[in-house]
């Protein structure tokens, strides 16, 4: 095409427009829009094929990435990186981290140098990289198992850089090394796992059916009244399942989102801002509760007025701000329901099972907000990553204060342990509550200020206070 | 091309004008009395003719006034600009910034870009905001700033270097880049009544009209085909303002005469003419206009030039050059407030008409203009100004579109092309990487046409559609009202 050429709205060569939302041409009623209205960069939906137990070998991820354009060069990478493994063995590296960074690896323990302590550490902590137990819905998934969260990785990688001088090609050797041997070892517990449930399964079936073939003997109604409740069960089990299914993907979408913006906001004018920013858009556009706020940034910030970069920053400023504060409310809501019940119950298995209930709940009200929805196993994979994030991150943040500035000085004096024993319980409710925030947010936090501990924690204590000076005064 | 680049004594030529006890006086007098009179901005809106600089100024004022559709611009997208209002001027004598007509002109039912600029005027617009520091919220409110702004015919701006320059030199200068060959066609009938003209011989007013005249079309042929920009001078002879038929603008360059002349020669009253065109038009418009300057916007039309060919973008570079040598910037403290006069610390450097090239080329032209403008900005730095560069479209007047042709596709822009009746999609090409291949000439020049304002504009009455002047604003304004 010569520059200077021009063409007819009308001519079937134009694709689309993009839309800005301002509509200024069809103001006039010129329908110039074509056949599709949707903006034509929109990448096909991320939809990943959860992956067949046995088939192992191809991670959720490769799917997705050949959906997104192939000249990504977050795409050839994963590939790359999955096709070179011995054996097929999946393995799942956060795009935006370089392959020569030793502590990229979730199995940072080895990088740590030998000390005395090192290897009780190591034989006692539960790897997170091991499928342990013959758990279902765990070991389909082992890919899954390999990438728990970076932050552990990195939260090591802190400690391990500051208390050793190990070079790092050195502790990438090892850590080669290390990654081959659990490999071995864990590649046949899988077999081991995964041949025992089909047994499992097949022996189930062939029960079932011989038990109905001699009901079907014994009594024709009574067979196919039982034919008709295995029938219902086996349905409300595929619905079940496929909602699983579904809140699954919808999480592994959510994690390729965010490996996606944070790879595109890693520096500035760093490649790939394009496709995370359509993908983000894409993903809340699509769910009913996040499609007006969508909308509204559309017109805000159309894509052809600004650049990628500039309209993750007008997305987190806008769009994220709101849900932030939503999911912060949640929080602090839980954490002040959890302090209070905690301080005024007699029962401590009572506290317990109320802290962990509500936790729970609280977990899945944040992932919701952020449109993430998770099911059974999302919300037990999310509660596992929360607290090991928690855990992990847990030692550096109690330089946070907030815990001090609670258990110090004049207002200790005067607190029973039954209402100190409350605040801490809020604040580890509310601490696992920003930590699944950041789980489930989108994007990193770099334009908003991400909620601290301390706020949620002043404001908690200011609640507590409150609602038992009004216990005691009613008393 | 070197010799017209006015030495650096032409910043201190202005200098001189503004130092002194007087200057000292009113930067003490400035001091003391800010803390207690409202924050004033004086927002420099540089360009040359054509580079955008009134529609600038609209699209500015009526989304400021407006204020909705700047989501980077954070004292409006965190909602703590309260209002806005024009407030009268500061300077009485100055003609009032046509901003009513220019936006009626844009909204109404045949739109149309705001006409040329002719003469000087000046907008004052205030902001009250809600301030973020610790300090200013202390302070009662409303917190106010004022925003002056002033908008002139960008011809004049290349009057500068006239300053440094003696009459004969210039016309050599003049004269020398009038007989190369690609201006030539159009300096002919001018240099040859030049030629045919005595030197010596008895006044004649009507002799002067016309050589005037003559030199004038030839100015105005070389900016109508974008050549020799930086050398239109003097500027107001394409833009005569109130002045024109004056005799100070009835001379023009004369070959230097050998011998001795009479006093009252045809070079003699040039020479005459071009000193009282120095004496009363350029140096008090670079006075009062340039020299106070808080922050600066260059406007540029860089996607014209290089649509117009190598010599062009030459030029454009050689006149941004020139011109930007007049403007002090620097990092301002209290202290070299009191001494030095108020220097320019923000300086942005914006590409217009971003709204002519697809989205995705907009980092180039940007990166390009950074090349293009390399040496001013880099005096600016090192003088501790910030500087920014950036693509800008203070109204969006198209809108993207993707067109299938071969097998492949193209980001074209669709709009209304000036002269047609339809919306049309029209593809400009690309732009090359660098700068040096923009000067060497690229296979596939840039084309560009003129595209008028869409029907309903502002349909929804949530401001203007623009590129990039919320960031701009962002840089510009952003740290006076946090």
Known sequence: MKPGQTFE????????????????WDALGQNVSGDEPETIKTPPPLVPKPPMPGAASKTTDTPKHQGSTPQAPVATDQTGQSGDKPGGQPTYRPANQPTDKPTGRPQPFIAVPPRADTAARQASSPSPATPSKPNPARNPRPSKEQGPSKEQG??????????????????????????????????????????????????????????????????????????????????????????????????????????????????????????????????????????????QFRELAPSDSYSAADRLEVFEREVLRKLDSQAVDIIEENARNTAIITTISPFALFD????????????????????????????????????????????????????NQLLGGSLTARLSTKLSEGLVNGMLSARLGLAAMDQCRPLPFKHNRRPRLSDIGGRLVGAVRKSIMKSKDER | MDSIRPTLQSASVLQRSHAGVGAL?????????????????????????????????????????????????????????????????PNLDLPRFAYEANIDGLLGGQPVWPESTWRLSQLRLTISYKPTSLLKRAMPGPHLLNLDLIDYPGEWLLDLPLL??????????????????????????????????????????????????????????CRQKNLMIAQLQPGRFLMPGDLEGSPSLTFCPVP??????????????????????KKHVVRPFFRDHFSKLDRQIVLTDLLGAAAAGPAAVEDLQAAMTTVLQAFRPGANSWLSKLFRGRRIDKMLFASTK???????????????????????????????????????????????????????????ITGWIAGQQQPKAFYPGELPDSLAELKRGIDAPLAQVRFMPPPNLDHQQQGLPHIGLDRSLEFLLGDLLS
């Open chain 1, 9 to 24: 709205l009308s001519d079937k060569k134009i694709q689309s427009l993009e839309q800005d939302g301002s509509q200024v």
């Open chain 1, 154 to 295: 990195r939260a090591f990688a802190a400690t391990t850089n500051q208390n050793g001088g190990q070079s790092a090609s050195q502790s990438a050797l090892l850590q080669a090394a290390q990654r081959l041997n659990q490999q071995r070892s864990y590649r046949w517990l899988a077999v081991l796992v995964v041949t025992l449930g089909a047994l499992f399964i097949v022996l189930l079936v062939a029960d079932t059916l011989s038990g109905l073939a001699w009901l079907f003997g014994f009594s024709r109604a009574l067979g196919l009244l039982a034919s008709l409740l295995l029938g219902l069960a086996v349905v409300s089990l595929g619905i079940l399942v496929s909602r699983e299914w579904r809140a699954l993907a919808r999480m592994s979408r959510q994690r390729h989102l965010r490996q996606l913006t944070e790879a595109a906001l890693s520096e500035d004018g760093a490649p790939g801002a394009d496709d995370a920013m359509a993908a983000v858009e894409a993903s809340y556009a699509r769910q009913d509760e996040t499609a007006w706020l969508v909308a």
């Open chain 1, 352 to 403: 317990a099972l109320f802290t962990l209930w509500r936790n729970l709940r609280m977990i899945r009200q944040v992932a919701t907000v952020y449109g993430v929805a998770p099911g059974f196993w999302g919300s037990m994979q999310l509660l596992r990553k929360v607290f090991a994030n928690v855990l992990l991150t847990g030692g550096l943040e109690a330089a946070d204060g907030a815990l």
């Open chain 2, 25 to 89: 006086l009113s930067g003490v007098r400035d001091q003391i009395t800010s803390p207690f009179s409202e924050p004033t901005l004086r927002l420099g809106v540089t360009g040359l003719s054509r580079s955008g600089k009134t529609v600038f100024i609209t699209s500015l004022v009526h989304n400021i006034l407006t204020a909705r559709r700047f989501p980077l611009f954070q004292a409006s997208a965190q909602g703590r600009l309260t209002a806005a209002v024009l407030r009268p001027q």
């Open chain 2, 164 to 221: 440094t320059l003696d009459f004969a030199d210039w016309s050599d200068q003049v004269l020398a880049a009038a007989k190369q060959p690609a201006r030539k066609p159009y300096a002919r009938p001018w240099l040859e009544a030049l030629g045919q003209l005595d030197l010596n011989g008895d006044h004649d007013e009507r002799v002067y009209i016309e050589l005037a005249q003559l030199y004038t079309n030839y100015l105005r042929a």
């Open chain 2, 256 to 277: 230097r005469p050998r011998g001795n002349l009479s006093k009252s020669g045809f070079f003699a009253t040039c020479t005459q003419r071009y000193e009282a065109y």
């Open chain 2, 354 to 412: 971003a709204d002519h090239l697809p989205r995705a080329q907009h980092d180039r032209l940007a990166r390009l203009l950074g090349e293009l403008a390399f040496e001013p900005a880099n005096n600016a730095r090192f003088r501790g100004a910030d500087v920014s560069f950036m693509a800008l479209s203070a109204i969006k007047s198209t809108r993207l579109a993707k067109v299938r042709e071969q097998g492949k596709v193209y980001d074209c």
